[in-house]
């Protein structure tokens, strides 16, 4: 017994920390789905946006300031090389943050090593005011703001003993009296599976627009969490098995989501491509899918625009993608057309750790990551990249350790700010 409990909480604390590939399952009941699309046809290059003001190849004007958690230290970032240290007042590893658009606020966790954190913190945007808002020592996760920055869902781990399932919980920020609440639990541990194979813990990965559901993690894949009623709504393929997580974004109306995935053959059979599932039913369509004929497509980072179109990174190769571990594909800028084909928008490769698009989608901030075998420590360079084809703009670079590529695999590094 001793044995199979500590199997369990392994199996739990590499969840915390990163996606991995799934394992085999038996399919659920059918559902409705959607049909599927041909495959993706090459396209001519898109007509060239207009740069946006300031975009010369050495200065840019962001959209707005970035922040940045560079080797456990949050950064703010206004343009080439204007970086500064946002002095929060906790001691600590931060492991994981967000930044309310609507009210500038903080939330950002904090471990005693940095892997895994064990506290959750909220504070003013210069770091100032900070609030302890939760403490579990057996891993605090994933803090996401409401888009009215009222509210901040953010998941807890199971206990050791099991009596806490722990899961999704809830903020009500505006009053500082008021305690998290749970949303959603874990499926309780079953200490009689000693391969942990069915447990599916759940995270909160982003609001909705409206703020009215959370897109979760759900052990290996993704479901919708509707607020108002508490119905968990799994995002499934069209044969059944779970749309990929972690890479999923909200459409405008807040009824569709885009996923993304870059896939990862190396531990499993996560499939690279791109899908659109219903928010209500879970049912998806591909939009981008590899070739009958071996050619893998990989995508991540999508960014909706108007009529159905997506920006993205993503790359066509004929290799099988082997990401996770100390591998990140090479990506480049891309325009996928609601026809099925899919544009180049930039010629350059790029290993792409994270990326946060402007809001119109001209372009986008890419933290890239490089790493020789055997050396201590990896570098990051975060580039502003026009998707009008201007010169790519260094913002920022620095080392850290090469393994947070792996270990946070799942966890964001940039957010935009105020």
């Not at 007042?89 to 895994?116: C, H, K, P, W």
């Not at 505006?174 to 759940?202: F, I, K």
């Amino acid at each position: 017994m001793g044995r199979t409990i500590w199997l369990m909480l392994a199996m739990l604390g590499l969840f915390l920390v990163g996606c991995a590939a799934p394992p085999a399952a038996p399919p659920p009941p059918a559902r409705p789905t959607a049909a599927p699309v041909p495959t993706v046809p090459a396209a001519p290059p898109l007509p060239e946006p207009t740069p946006p003001d300031g975009a010369t190849g050495g200065e840019v004007a962001l959209p707005a300031p970035l922040y940045l958690l560079e080797d456990q230290q949050l950064v703010r970032i206004d343009g080439p090389n204007r970086v500064t240290p946002v002095p929060l007042r906790d001691a600590g590893f931060v492991i994981e943050f967000d930044v309310s658009l609507a009210t500038s606020r903080l939330a950002y966790t904090l471990g005693q090593n940095q892997y895994t954190a064990d506290t959750l913190i909220i504070a003013d945007g210069d770091g100032s005011q900070p609030r302890q808002i939760a403490a579990n020592r057996f891993g605090i996760s994933q803090p996401r703001w409401s888009p009215d920055g009222t509210q901040l869902a953010f998941a807890e781990g199971v206990s050791a003993d099991f009596s806490d399932t722990g899961g999704i919980y809830l903020l009500d920020a505006t009053d500082p009296a008021a305690a998290p609440t749970r949303l959603l639990a874990n499926p309780p541990l079953d200490p009689s599976n000693p391969s942990g194979a069915e447990y599916q813990p759940v995270a909160p990965l982003a609001w909705s627009p409206r703020g009215d559901a959370l897109v979760v993690q759900q052990g290996f894949g993704l479901a919708v969490l509707w607020l108002d009623t508490g119905a968990v709504v799994p995002l499934r393929q069209s044969t059944q098995a779970p749309l990929p997580c972690c890479d999923a974004v909200w459409t405008s109306d807040g009824q569709q989501l885009l996923v993304a995935s870059v896939g990862n053959l190396q531990l499993g059979t996560v499939a690279p491509g791109l899908w659109q599932a219903d928010a209500r039913t879970g049912a998806s369509t591909p939009l981008v899918s590899s070739d009958a004929d071996g050619a893998y497509r990989l995508a991540q980072a999508p960014h909706p625009l108007a009529a159905g179109e997506v920006r993205m990174l993503g790359n066509t190769t004929a290799a099988p993608p082997m990401a996770g571990g100390m591998h990140l594909p090479q990506l480049r800028m891309q325009h996928y057309q609601p026809d099925g084909s899919v544009a180049t928008l930039r010629e350059e490769l790029y290993p792409v750790r994270d990326v946060r698009w402007a809001t119109d989608g001209r372009g986008a901030a890419v933290l890239t990551w490089a790493h020789e075998q055997g050396a201590p420590f990896a570098t990051y360079t975060l580039l502003w990249l026009d998707a009008g084809g201007m010169p790519p703009v260094p913002l920022h670079d620095y080392t850290s350790d090469p393994f947070n590529v792996s270990l946070q695999g799942a966890k964001p590094l940039l957010r935009w700010g105020q």
